[in-house]
């Protein structure tokens, strides 16, 4: 079973998790951890199925709205995706198809009809450099307990927290390490790699390869539409605009909006790492992604 633990930082910072397994899981998670990772094995999958999988504030959001105008043929800006991690499993059982499911779990956490092939998996990855300093941003907005206690804390602390792997869903350098390993050993077809460096300026290209992925058929005019409905600038709008979708989304910001889009940059962590952090991280980053099959664009 999952236990309720405090961590903190050197300089005094602190937040409380969920942990199991040797890994760390925010408080909201359903159930108590095992029993939920254990439903999510087994679940029954739909040939239609399409799993979001990222690592926190790498582009989930904006991948669910890709794939479901996508799968739908509708245009209409779907707010956010409902996330493995935090719904019970019968409510999942009950949505309609065609479903698009998210999670920050990785692929070894998937259900085992998806390891062996059913479904599509659109796995979406962001240079670390710019992750942190998302979820600094994010965090500002929320008040969710949750991230009371973890991104209103220092930068120096959310930071060291970050590097250690002491925070929600673990080290993102073991999450590209997953990942890794899932890429040499994987040999079903059923997954798709995007870049959110690549993607920012050249989303035409990106929505047309996630079209042939996921084998629908819809002709250019369409896939213009889906491009230019799904701009960041556009995403902004939306995302400003739409109420949040559930309790959930509400209870952990004030203004009862989507706070999932901000700038969409690449390299706006400069304006929040010092020199020496910065050193301090690439030195990090070389030892432990180095031999890595993944590379990263930082501006």
Not at 153 to 174: A, C, H, P, Q, V
Request: hydrophobic share 35%; with cysteine.
């Amino acid at each position: 079973m999952a236990e309720s633990v405090e961590v903190h930082s050197a300089d005094g910072s602190f937040m409380n998790m969920l942990k199991y397994d040797g890994r760390y899981y925010v408080t909201h998670f359903v159930g108590n951890v095992k029993d939920h990772l254990a439903a999510i094995d087994v679940m029954d999958v739909r040939e239609d199925d399409t799993f979001i999988l990222s690592y926190p504030k790498s582009g989930t959001h904006w991948a669910f709205t890709l794939a479901s105008m996508l799968r739908t043929g509708e245009t209409a800006y779907r707010g956010s995706p409902t996330f493995l991690d935090y719904t019970d499993m019968q409510t999942i059982d009950n949505l309609p198809s065609p479903r698009v499911l998210a999670t920050h779990l990785t692929f070894d956490f998937m259900p085992k009809q998806v390891k062996e092939g059913k479904g599509k998996v659109v796995a979406i990855f962001r240079n670390p450099k710019d992750v942190i300093t998302s979820l600094r941003t994010f965090g500002k907005k929320m008040d969710h307990k949750d991230f009371q206690k973890v991104y209103k804390t220092t930068w120096e602390g959310l930071l060291e927290f970050y590097m250690d792997g002491r925070i929600f869903y673990g080290s993102w350098f073991e999450y590209i390490q997953n990942w890794d390993k899932v890429r040499r050993e994987h040999k079903e077809t059923n997954i798709l790699y995007l870049t959110y460096e690549d993607m920012i300026p050249d989303l035409r290209s990106h929505v047309q390869k996630l079209a042939v992925f996921l084998e629908v058929t819809f002709g250019p005019e369409f896939l213009d539409t889906v491009t230019e409905k799904c701009t960041f600038r556009n995403m902004v709008t939306e995302a400003t605009k739409a109420v949040a979708p559930s309790k959930q989304w509400k209870d952990m910001t004030s203004q009862k909006t989507l706070p999932i889009y901000r700038k969409g940059e690449v390299g706006d962590w400069k304006n929040f790492f010092t020199v020496s952090q910065n050193e301090q991280f690439d030195q990090v980053y070389k030892e432990k992604i180095e031999t890595s099959s993944f590379s990263f664009r930082f501006e």
